[in-house]
């Protein structure tokens, strides 16, 4: 059986606060404790849910970082275009950041699963604290999973964006490139 103790405030209002607090043993009853237990558990399972989404949030915005920069360099690949020399510099950047792009994603799918694991860690700490009494415990973890829901939302909508930016500068690249190609060739054909 483990021991946990309820403090309870001296009787005088006056008495020096270097004099010790008194545990009234009457108050340490099993639902007391319970509840008390229910209540930092529900405080721990929301620390795991903050630095879980802090996480997600961090790896989110990394992943959008690292999208943005494969626009800038697919642009200047398309720049480039005719430069030989210069696009065979670029080419193992591009398929270097996206491997580093592709290292960001499963980092941001790991967290996202984690973030799922946690959220039900606190919707069970949760439950078992209202069961126990503790209402406030509760709606409190409620409202810490509709924030790190509706934060990791805004995140994800950054990613979403640069994903599409990152669709438009391929298929312009694609463009771009096939263009020139047939170009190429029709000014071989000419010299033919």
Known sequence: MSICAQVVKPADD???QSTPLSVDPSS???PVLIRNAASLTVNAASTLLSQT?????DALHDYA?????????LDHETAMLGNERSLEKIWPLIIQTRNEVEDK???????ESMLHFAIKVV?????????SGGEAAALGAAERIHQAQSQVEGAKQIVQQAKDRLNDAQRDSIVKTSKHAE???ESTDKES
């Open 14 to 16: 006056k008495a020096d």
């Open 28 to 30: 340490l009853t099993h």
């Open 53 to 57: 989404s802090i996480g997600l949030i």
């Open 65 to 73: 970082k690292e999208i943005y920069t494969l626009i800038s360099l």
């Open 105 to 111: 994603k499963q980092a941001v799918e790991k967290l």
């Open 123 to 131: 919707e069970s700490a949760s439950a078992a604290a209202f069961q």
């Open 183 to 185: 170009g190429t060739e």
